[in-house]
Nanobody, 127 residues
C-alpha cells in the first residue's frame, strides 16, 4: 500500500518562495519514480516536475529555473522548492508515484494512468 502525504502549501505574495514536502510510505525503491502535479480551478491536472531513482529531473517549461525537485537520501521525502512564485502558479499541488513517471518527460506523462496520488496541498500566490 503506497501512501503519499503532502504538506507545505500556503498563501504567499508574488516573488515569494515555498517548499512542498511529500512523505512517502510503502513505495518500492526499485521502481522509484515520483513527481509533482498541479491543478488550478477549471483546468486539467498538469505535470510540474519528476524525478527517478537515479536523480534525473524533468520540469514543465513554465517552472524551469524557478522550481527544483529533490529527495532526501532515504527517499522517504520528496520536495518541491518553488521560488519566484507567480499568480499563475496558484493551484492544488499533488505528489504522485508511478513507474510511468520515469522514462518520460513530465510534460508527456499520461496523467490518468498515474496510480498513486497524495491528497494535495494548496498554493495560492497573490499579486
Amino acid at each position: 500500500q503506497v501512501l503519499l502525504v503532502e504538506s507545505g502549501g500556503a498563501s504567499v505574495q508574488a516573488g515569494g518562495s515555498l517548499r512542498l514536502s511529500c512523505s512517502v510510505f510503502g513505495y518500492q525503491y526499485a521502481t522509484y519514480c515520483m513527481g509533482w502535479f498541479r491543478q488550478a480551478p477549471g483546468k486539467q491536472r498538469e505535470g510540474v516536475a519528476s524525478m527517478d531513482a537515479t536523480g534525473r529531473e524533468t520540469y514543465v517549461d513554465s517552472v524551469k529555473g524557478r522550481f527544483v525537485i529533490s529527495q532526501d537520501n532515504n527517499k522517504i521525502t520528496l520536495y518541491l522548492q518553488m521560488n519566484n512564485l507567480k499568480p499563475e502558479d496558484t493551484a492544488m499541488y499533488y505528489c504522485a508515484a508511478d513507474p510511468t513517471l520515469c522514462p518520460s518527460s513530465i510534460s508527456s506523462v499520461y496523467v490518468p494512468g498515474i496510480r498513486h496520488w497524495g491528497q494535495g496541498t494548496q498554493v495560492t500566490v497573490s499579486s
